[in-house]
């Protein structure tokens, strides 16, 4: 194979690739690390004419057509594979990628924290991640050995591992770790364990918004107007949207909502 910088309008996909969903953020925080780091690994190409057609990378491609650049690093074969051989190429790429696990990752964050001596934010910003997905890993860094290996293997989930760090007290922190270990504890169960009793503090101003079955308060040291309500329910709205297409619970997004507002002081 020869490796070269391919001319992006010269590249085709390939029709059959088995990837059949390419997300439109994780490419865009693909291309975000192209950009900042390069293009770390070629795709793969073979030549049909005067043009080339994809056999892996397609994500690669469509981040670094995303950033609209010309070229792009490839690795061309050096005659197009019949189509069982093709397949599988592009399965054993797909498969045979590994991904840092859980608590490697967690492992590599908490040290470019020290080395860079960052905020949880500002790690987030550096690794093109969200907020609440990097206090979500290094919550798990806190906890036994044993626990650790359980979320590596996907025994523990990552949300119901967090909801145990977020344990007020030792006891309920080894009742759920116990949980955990043997097996029975689901993610519901550890969030309802953790979750705080609700607490009123006295303040300059306490708005309760009585919705459909549900009341939310919003209190401030100062007097809010409703333009003041308006700019919490937007700020809430597009913290919530970004947690929620990472899939985390709602425990995490109050992680990070104190998180920013520690930063904010």
């Known amino acids: 194979m020869e ?19 390419i997300h439109e953020d994780e490419t ?10 390069n293009q770390l690994q070629p795709i793969i190409v073979f030549c049909t004419g005067e043009r ?31 189509a069982a051989t093709l397949l599988a190429t592009q399965l054993t790429a797909n498969c045979m990628r590994k991904d840092l696990t859980p608590m490697e990752k967690a492992r590599g964050i908490e040290r470019l924290k020290k080395l860079r001596n960052f ?9 093109h991640m969200g907020e609440a997905a990097v206090t979500q ?5 806190s906890l036994p050995p044993d626990v650790q290996s359980a979320i590596d293997t996907g025994k523990i989930g990552g949300s119901t591992a967090y909801a145990i760090t977020r344990a007020k007290d030792d006891e309920t922190k080894q009742t759920l770790l116990e949980a955990a270990r043997n097996g029975t504890l689901s993610r519901d169960d550890a969030l309802q364990a953790v979750r705080k009793p609700g607490t009123s503090h006295a303040k300059t101003t306490r708005i ?10 919003v209190t401030s040291e100062t007097r809010l107007s409703v333009q003041d309500l308006e700019s919490v329910w ?32």
């Not at 391919?6 to 990837?19: A, E, H, N, S, W």
């Not at 865009?28 to 780091?37: G, K, P, V």
């Not at 970004?242 to 002081?265: M, N, Y």
């Open 119 to 127: 905020s949880n934010v500002e790690v987030a910003n550096a690794l």
């Open 208 to 217: 309760a918004c009585r919705l459909p079955g549900k009341t939310v308060t």
């Open 52 to 82: 080339f057609q994809l056999v892996d990378g397609h994500r690669r491609f469509a981040a670094v057509c995303l950033l609209g650049r010309d070229a792009i690093l490839g690795l061309v074969l050096p005659s197009k594979p019949n």
């Open 28 to 37: 865009q925080q693909l291309a975000a690390s192209i950009r900042d780091q």
């Open 234 to 265: 937007q700020s809430l709205l597009q913290e919530s949207k970004r947690v929620s297409k990472q899939g985390l619970d709602v425990v995490t997004f109050e992680r990070v909502l104190a998180d920013k507002s520690r930063l904010a002081v």
């Open 137 to 141: 890993c290094l919550s798990y860094l």
């Open 3 to 21: 490796m070269k910088m391919l001319g992006v309008k010269y590249i085709d996909p390939d029709p059959d690739q088995p990837r059949l969903e």
